[in-house]
């Protein structure tokens, strides 16, 4: 692991935000991160049937997405997100904790662009899909 | 004859406790320390600052996902309170007996989209949504999230749900 990525590593994983969700880095490689979240009751949004709150995911794909961004080999210390659409295209079964991997495929100038995946314990169909451009170089 | 119309505070005590029911039955809600002002029936919802909703400790901002998910709360609460309004104006829902347990299920996100316009401060958000369509089973929403000044907003979203079954 070069030093540039283990900075960024410690870096997200200082995140208060993150910190607050209990998100845990397991991979960070060029220009792709996988970060996983574990259920908590706290991050319940329908109570009747105890699934996770699709805005929970959404910080973990947020998070994610500037990871990959971060550890792209062409691009500078710092991201922000500039657009990140969600998809839930299924309720995470509760109780499992959400794995999620972002791959940042294209860096500008200006602009990364980077497409995400999050699954539960059963990897099959993912709970959730994310599309985002972020901030690279000065563009910010 | 002209039926009187309701006392105002019994008016405020079933609207505001319907309110409660409703948002105090999500933790997320909870965890992320959101509240609801309310006049009449426009919900403006409010992300009080704290230390746990910062991204980037060096500048500092906001989480994006922090933002993401105000956003989407303030749509998906805003969508149901449009949908119990009627019924419980009409006395359909029982606004004196009612738990988070006897309201209708909240709306499920098909897709949320955020903007990122401006960082977001280290200080309080707020947001509004507008539904654009409410049909039967799908609807869309649009969510604009400011901060110091109403006109420059810092985030802005746009989503689709799915309504759940109306009962009866």
Same mark, same amino acid.
């Given at each position: 692991?070069?030093?540039?990525?283990?900075?960024?590593?410690?870096?997200?994983?200082?995140l208060?935000?993150?910190?607050?969700?209990?998100?845990?880095?397991?991979?960070l490689?060029?220009?792709?991160a996988?970060?996983?979240?574990?259920?908590?009751?706290?991050?319940?949004?329908?109570?009747?049937t105890?699934?996770?709150?699709?805005?929970a995911?959404?910080?973990?794909?947020?998070t994610?997405?500037g990871? *990959?961004?971060?550890?792209?080999?062409?691009?500078?210390a710092?991201?922000?997100t500039?657009?990140?659409r969600?998809?839930?295209?299924?309720? *995470?079964?509760?109780?499992?904790?959400?794995?999620?991997?972002?791959?940042?495929?294209?860096?500008t100038?200006?602009?990364?662009?980077?497409?995400?995946?999050?699954?539960?314990?059963?990897e099959?169909?993912?709970? *959730?899909?994310?599309?985002?451009?972020?901030?690279?170089?000065?563009?910010? | 004859?002209?039926?009187?119309?309701?006392?105002?505070?019994?008016?405020?005590?079933?609207?505001?406790?319907?309110?409660?029911?409703?948002?105090?039955?999500?933790?997320?809600?909870?965890?992320?320390?959101?509240t609801f002002?309310?006049r009449?029936?426009e919900l403006?919802?409010?992300l009080?600052f704290?230390?746990?909703?910062?991204?980037?400790?060096?500048?500092?901002?906001?989480?994006?996902?922090?933002?993401?998910a105000?956003?989407e709360v303030?749509?998906?609460?805003t969508?149901s309170?449009?949908?119990?309004?009627?019924?419980?104006?009409?006395?359909?829902?029982?606004?004196?007996?009612?738990?988070?347990d006897?309201?209708p299920?909240?709306?499920?996100?098909?897709?949320?989209?955020?903007?990122?316009?401006?960082?977001?401060?280290?200080?309080?958000?707020?947001?509004?949504?507008?539904?654009?369509?409410?049909?039967?089973?799908?609807a869309?929403?649009?969510?604009?999230?400011?901060?110091?000044n109403?006109?420059?907003?810092?985030?802005q979203?746009?989503?689709?749900?799915?309504?759940?079954?109306?009962?009866g």
């Amino acid at each position: 692991m070069s030093d540039k990525i283990k900075s960024a590593g410690q870096f997200i994983q200082a995140l208060p935000h993150a910190l607050a969700l209990g998100m845990e880095l397991e991979e960070l490689e060029a220009g792709t991160a996988q970060i996983s979240m574990p259920y908590s009751d706290k991050i319940v949004g329908d109570p009747k049937t105890g699934v996770v709150h699709g805005g929970a995911v959404s910080a973990l794909m947020d998070t994610c997405c500037g990871a *990959a961004v971060m550890s792209h080999p062409s691009n500078p210390a710092g991201t922000a997100t500039i657009d990140l659409r969600i998809e839930y295209l299924r309720a *995470a079964t509760p109780g499992q904790r959400i794995t999620t991997r972002a791959t940042c495929y294209h860096v500008t100038r200006s602009v990364a662009f980077v497409r995400a995946t999050a699954v539960d314990e059963d990897e099959t169909v993912p709970v *959730a899909m994310a599309t985002g451009t972020f901030t690279a170089g000065t563009g910010g | 004859m002209i039926r009187r119309p309701e006392p105002m505070q019994i008016v405020k005590q079933r609207r505001d406790g319907v309110l409660r029911a409703l948002v105090d039955g999500v933790p997320y809600i909870q965890f992320l320390g959101i509240t609801f002002e309310r006049r009449g029936d426009e919900l403006t919802c409010i992300l009080p600052f704290k230390e746990d909703l910062v991204g980037n400790p060096m500048l500092p901002a906001l989480h994006g996902g922090a933002t993401a998910a105000f956003l989407e709360v303030t749509a998906i609460i805003t969508l149901s309170w449009g949908m119990i309004w009627e019924d419980m104006e009409s006395g359909a829902l029982d606004a004196a007996t009612i738990t988070p347990d006897t309201l209708p299920r909240l709306p499920k996100t098909i897709d949320f989209t955020v903007d990122y316009l401006r960082s977001g401060l280290p200080r309080d958000a707020y947001a509004r949504a507008r539904i654009t369509r409410a049909g039967r089973r799908y609807a869309s929403v649009s969510v604009e999230g400011w901060q110091d000044n109403r006109n420059r907003l810092y985030a802005q979203a746009t989503g689709h749900f799915v309504m759940p079954k109306r009962q009866g």
